[in-house]
């Protein structure tokens, strides 16, 4: 009986030394699976970051050679304003040379006859013309007759 005992008890021990040790082996499983999973889910997470971040710096790429764009456009425009302004100037300061030209060849004209030469170059010749200082006072009344003959024409 003694032996009975035993070996019933040999058995149960050992069922129970099984049935722990099936337990170990399942929880190991579950922890294995676990980290299995862990790992996944942080590879996906890496994966997803790196996705994310790819895209955020096609975004900036493309913000860049947008601005890069944009600037050369304003700076083209400001070049092409600066040209238009200086040819506005250069027109406006041609066109007062050509009105100071004329006032001085009117001048002249009233101080003295107007002479041409062969080669078609003016030159003025004195004829009864007014002193320099007397051409200086009577500028202003000069203009005015200027005007009214331009009026008249």
Do not use: C, W, Y
């Not at 083209?76 to 027109?91: G, L, N, S, Y």
């Not at 009117?106 to 002193?131: I, R, V």
């Amino acid at each position: 009986m003694a032996d009975t005992v035993i070996s019933k008890s040999n058995a149960a021990e050992k069922e129970l030394e099984k049935r722990l040790l099936q337990q170990a082996l399942e929880r190991d499983k579950k922890l294995e699976e676990q980290d299995r999973k862990k790992k996944e889910d942080a590879k996906m997470r890496d994966i997803q970051i790196r996705t994310t971040l790819a895209h955020q710096m096609n975004e900036k790429k493309k913000h860049r050679l947008q601005e890069e764009e944009d600037n050369k456009k304003f700076v083209k425009m400001i070049i092409d304003q600066d040209e238009q302004d200086r040819k506005i100037q250069r027109d406006k300061k041609t066109q007062d040379l050509q009105k100071l030209k004329a006032l001085q060849e009117f001048q002249l004209g009233q101080m003295g006859a107007l002479e041409h030469s062969p080669d078609s170059k003016k030159h003025f010749k004195k004829q009864n013309s007014m002193h320099p200082e007397e051409m200086r006072m009577n500028r202003e009344l000069i203009k005015e007759i200027h005007e009214m003959k331009q009026k008249n024409s």
